[in-house]
């Protein structure tokens, strides 16, 4: 009987490998993008629970005033006046009431902040409180932002 060698494939080839390099690129690519992109979503999610936070407060400020001195004193230019500054972020709210129903306010708050990127979030480009020429992109005639609350606060 003749003796034969047999010969076995141990290892990889080179297609082999040259496939695997750039699956294993593709995949660290999308998993650094992946980890990028949840840092600044961890970010935009701070900033957004502390402006929340912040306009809480006010509604809570307001629902504590007297009922009858809620449209004098927020609805208007005066102390503490329809603005307000943020403290925890640059930034800036705006208090809008409805007083057409005598017993029943609808009081809105909308906030616009800077983020740590400089990015303005709500309309108030400016942050200065006020709807300017160009800010109103959405044609409401008021500042709108994603950081806004409303209420009804009646008449005890």
Known sequence: MKNRKTVRKDG?????LLITTVILAIVLVGMLTLFLNASVLGNYSTNKTLVMIEVQNKLEEIRSHSFTAISADYASGGAPGDTFDLTLL?????????????????IEVVVSYQNQNGRVIGEDA?????????????????LSS?????TMVAHR
């Open 90 to 106: 640059p930034g800036k709210g705006k208090i809008y009431i409805d007083s057409t129903k005598p017993d029943l306010l609808e």
């Open 146 to 150: 994603e950081a806004t609350l409303v």
């Open 126 to 142: 400016d942050l200065d409180g006020v709807l300017d020429a160009g800010e109103d992109t959405d044609s409401n005639g008021k």
């Open 12 to 16: 990889f080839t080179l297609p082999e």
